[in-house]
């Protein structure tokens, strides 16, 4: 849980995502942020297949390559 608190606190954190080889379609990527943030006991609300506010902050989704991780594909949260 503490981990999960210094992740919501940063300007920006990557989502696990299992699919790495796979291009995180606007569903799939909303479903790992939902199950995420359920699991971590926040809030959030979608405005858009690209924002999404948790606890009342709102965030740009960004689905692409992961920096460093040889082409795999990831999810990431970035305070706007």
Avoid at 4 to 18: G, I, T
Avoid at 53 to 69: D, L, M, T
Wanted: hydrophobic letters at 30%; proline letters at 4%; one cysteine or more.
């Amino acid at each position: 849980m503490v981990g999960a608190l210094k992740k919501m606190f940063k300007k920006a954190f990557w989502l696990p995502y299992e699919e790495g080889d796979v291009y995180p379609t606007a569903a799939k990527a909303r479903e790992v942020i939902s199950g995420y943030c359920k699991e971590s006991g926040w809030t959030c609300r979608f405005t858009s297949d690209e924002e999404v506010i948790i606890n009342g902050v709102p965030y740009e989704i960004y689905r692409g390559h992961q920096i460093g991780s040889r082409g795999n594909y990831g999810i990431k949260c970035r305070v706007k």
